[in-house]
């Protein structure tokens, strides 16, 4: 129904983003079992601890170059066919390398496969650089090292998911400076699992032009102020809050509460294929119960071209498509 509405996705993990049959069909190429992880056709968790191993288990299938460049060709490739004309991927070469794969060969492999898509589809794809929260600040460090390198010119931001209930954004600044320092656009998980003192943690400590979810904030009206005044950019994922139980329904979901506080919002689906969820989706889920127009649906994509870490050529194209 929303499909021709230009979309745009800020926020998502592209090992998230694997359906199960081609998890499915590379556990068949390498031989593993993964009766644990698939159960029909879901990946099998219960909790926010268990998703991530399962999300763990799920990425150490992808082993080459070539695995990621068909991991991000598809993913585009679904979007960009639910009117998606810009992404930008979260990529983790943290897990690469414990996949056996060097971080430079796996943004190659991403890069390759973001340039299929385009190339088929016209939809534009950027990457950013993730660390995770629960290895630790040191592996951190190196991961921001990587990305201040610039391995390649579709990568443009850094950003930290994992665990957000471990440590404190203090821990991660170094690394955050490192990529900060570099030019690369900032990002990070606050506020989803933990409260709204974890959103002002992660301002205090990384400033971030954007806060992964961020939608605990609602809890602390004086943190809902902050956003709006210095003009942070959520990338909301209500689809994922549900499936982890942060809110018990859509309806119960925060979204409308922060845009109408005057919270820049924007649509994501986080791990589409864990949530049952997909960014049309999403769009869709914003339409029916949280009633916008398609005139609001397309200033929630112009937010979020707005806020992408994009070089401004290509922003003004993006924006003239809306
Ligand atoms: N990594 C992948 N998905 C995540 C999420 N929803 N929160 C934190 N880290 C993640
Ligand atoms: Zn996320």
Redesign the pocket.
Known sequence: MSTNIPKAELHC?IE?AAPTDLVQEQALKYGVDIDHLIEGKRFVWNDFTSFLTA?DAAAALFRSQEDYALLAERYLESIARQGAIYSEIFISPDHARLAGLEPQAYVDGLGEGIRRATQKHGIEGRMIITCVRHFSPDAAIDVARFAAGRPHPLVTGFGM??D?RIGSHADFARAFDIARDAGLGITT?AG?IVGPESVLDALDHVRPSRIGHGVRAIEDRAVVERLVRDGIVLEVCPG?NVSLAVYDSLENHPFPALREAGVQVTLNS??PPFFDTSLGEEYETAQKIFGLSDQELRDITRTALKSAFVDEDTRAALLAKL
């Open positions: 993990h998230g999300y998911g994992g957000e998980h989803e994922s986080d791990d």
